[in-house]
């Protein structure tokens, strides 16, 4: 069976090397990886010059030309797919160009056996051959023992290892060129047995490697992919703590405007009581800001103790109403810090307070569906009135209520995050209604 390059074990090897080469040009195509390029090159020339032993008698003249340029084609496309594989311009920069010098060497070669047979005849390319050949597999042991002691991987590991087998192989059966095919003939085996054999193996192992190639590859683009959204969410944190730290001063600064108009109407016990509010706030708020979350029940505590505080400073005062819906557990939903304390700020001062008579501001958190839906409502001058009476007002609304918005959006990265300001008002009452939307995003 072995003596008839017809058989089934001859033609299942060339078979399977030719499944290889159109498998991994298909690939090539598809990702244009110079990895897959150079290795169904050096499958396409393994497979032709294994072919020549079952070609009619008419072609096999072509394979006198064509013998040793095919291999030494199949060595250049090997370095080419080896110098991807093992990235040696990256671990053997040196070795690299001389890589890279050996692959023009074997084009060169290439060309001049071609040329010997068309001017000479085979006997010359053999007696060239025997002379290349050793030169060759001592470059070959010099790069293998290269790589195996400076690139410290497993790849490199088994591509040298299926290197090997076919490199030995291959001069088993380079023997012949010496002793002739009787003493293999003897033994039941076509010298170019051993050529089959180191190939197909070598070829499952390059295969394998790839494999695993490719697996290191599609890893690595996980982690990267998982390290990617851990800094983009802790870039979106910073950029929500960046916003707060904007807010906070806005806040303190109205807040210590509000004990300055205290003493200046040298209302000593308002000021004193409103400085002993605020101090818990500031407290209260320093506290929360440690985080850029934190628990709707927590938000509410710091809204109750802000709306005392601006109760003192507008004239009559005014009424505050929270309706909670009893489904909803605030301890388990997250905000961000002082997130409607803007739209209580701005209903108090560009609503309630340029209006006489009774005033109130009231605060319904429910859900609807998978949402919660935060609705502040005044019965202020409204907010179409308020453009109209002051363009100050407007920039002032804008950085609180804006940054708010921000930092929402940010937290729920715009999923199901809707914010509505209307005017209410309608002839005989006047209003505002600030509706905020976001998702039920439990602790």
């Given at each position: 069976?072995?003596?008839?390059?017809?058989?089934?074990?001859?033609?299942?090897?060339?078979?399977?090397?030719?499944?290889?080469?159109?498998?991994?040009?298909?690939?090539?195509?598809?990702?244009?990886?110079?990895?897959?390029?150079?290795?169904?090159?050096?499958?396409?020339?393994?497979?032709?010059?294994?072919?020549?032993?079952?070609?009619?008698?008419?072609?096999?003249?072509?394979?006198?030309?064509?013998?040793?340029?095919?291999?030494?084609?199949?060595?250049?496309?090997?370095?080419?797919?080896?110098?991807?594989?093992?990235?040696?311009?990256?671990?053997?920069?040196?070795?690299?160009?001389?890589?890279?010098?050996?692959?023009?060497?074997?084009?060169?070669?290439?060309?001049?056996?071609?040329?010997?047979?068309?001017?000479?005849?085979?006997?010359?390319?053999?007696?060239?051959?025997?002379?290349?050949?050793?030169?060759?597999?001592?470059?070959?042991?010099?790069?293998?023992?290269?790589?195996?002691?400076?690139?410290?991987?497993?790849?490199?590991?088994?591509?040298?290892?299926?290197?090997?087998?076919?490199?030995?192989?291959?001069n088993i059966s380079f023997i012949e060129m010496f002793i002739g095919k009787e003493p293999f003939l003897n033994l039941g085996v076509q010298p170019m047995f051993f050529v089959y054999l180191g190939a197909i193996l070598q070829c499952i192992i390059f295969s394998v490697i790839i494999g695993f190639i490719i697996k290191r590859i599609e890893q690595k683009s996980k982690n990267a992919e998982v390290r990617l959204a851990v800094k983009?969410?802790?870039?979106?944190?910073?950029?929500?703590?960046?916003?707060?730290?904007?807010?906070?001063?806005?806040?303190?600064?109205?807040?210590?405007?509000?004990?300055?108009?205290?003493?200046?109407?040298?209302?000593?016990?308002?000021?004193?009581?409103?400085?002993?509010?605020?101090?818990?706030?500031?407290?209260?708020?320093?506290?929360?800001?440690?985080?850029?979350?934190?628990?709707?029940?927590?938000?509410?505590?710091?809204?109750?103790?802000?709306?005392?505080?601006?109760?003192?400073?507008?004239?009559?005062?005014?009424?505050?109403?929270?309706?909670?819906?009893?489904?909803?557990?605030?301890?388990?939903?997250?905000?961000?810090?002082?997130?409607?304390?803007?739209?209580?700020?701005?209903?108090?001062?560009?609503?309630?307070?340029?209006?006489?008579?009774?005033?109130?501001?009231?605060?319904?958190?429910?859900?609807?569906?998978?949402?919660?839906?935060?609705?502040?409502?005044?019965?202020?001058?409204?907010?179409?009135?308020?453009?109209?009476?002051?363009?100050?007002?407007?920039?002032?609304?804008?950085?609180?209520?804006?940054?708010?918005?921000?930092?929402?959006?940010?937290?729920?990265?715009?999923?199901?995050?809707?914010?509505?300001?209307?005017?209410?008002?309608?002839?005989?009452?006047?209003?505002?209604?600030?509706?905020?939307?976001?998702?039920?995003?439990?602790?």
């Open positions: 069976m072995l003596l008839d390059f017809h058989s089934e074990i001859y033609s299942w090897i060339r078979g399977g090397l030719f499944v290889l080469f159109v498998y991994h040009l298909l690939i090539f195509f598809q990702n244009k990886s110079k990895l897959y390029l150079y290795y169904s090159l050096y499958l396409l020339a393994l497979t032709f010059y294994l072919i020549k032993h079952v070609v009619s008698p008419e072609y096999s003249s072509i394979f006198l030309y064509t013998n040793f340029s095919i291999q030494f084609l199949a060595y250049g496309a090997y370095i080419a797919f080896a110098r991807v594989l093992l990235d040696s311009r990256t671990h053997l920069l040196k070795w690299d160009r001389y890589f890279e010098f050996a692959i023009k060497i074997f084009m060169v070669l290439a060309a001049m056996f071609i040329l010997i047979q068309l001017f000479l005849d085979y006997s010359f390319q053999k007696m060239a051959f025997t002379i290349v050949a050793p030169i060759l597999t001592l470059f070959t042991l010099a790069s293998y023992y290269v790589v195996i002691t400076k690139i410290k991987d497993s790849s490199a590991i088994y591509f040298v290892i299926g290197s090997l087998l076919y490199v030995f192989m291959a983009l969410k802790e870039m979106e944190e910073l950029k929500m703590t960046a916003l707060q730290s904007q807010m906070n001063p806005h806040f303190l600064f109205n807040s210590l405007n509000s004990i300055n108009n205290f003493v200046i109407k040298n209302d000593v016990e308002k000021a004193s009581d409103y400085i002993t509010k605020f101090s818990k706030l500031i407290r209260v708020i320093l506290n929360s800001s440690a985080s850029p979350i934190s628990k709707l029940s927590e938000e509410l505590d710091i809204l109750a103790l802000y709306v005392k505080m601006e109760q003192m400073r507008v004239s009559g005062g005014f009424d505050y109403v929270v309706n909670i819906d009893k489904n909803i557990n605030l301890d388990r939903i997250k905000v961000p810090p002082l997130f409607l304390q803007p739209f209580i700020e701005n209903s108090i001062w560009h609503g309630i307070m340029k209006m006489d008579g009774h005033k109130y501001i009231e605060l319904t958190v429910k859900l609807e569906g998978e949402n919660v839906l935060c609705v502040v409502k005044d019965n202020g001058i409204g907010i179409n009135k308020a453009k109209e009476q002051s363009h100050m007002s407007q920039k002032r609304k804008f950085f609180g209520i804006e940054a708010t918005e921000n930092r929402i959006r940010m937290l729920y990265q715009n999923k199901n995050v809707e914010i509505e300001t209307k005017d209410i008002s309608d002839g005989e009452n006047n209003g505002t209604q600030v509706s905020i939307l976001f998702p039920y995003v439990a602790y």
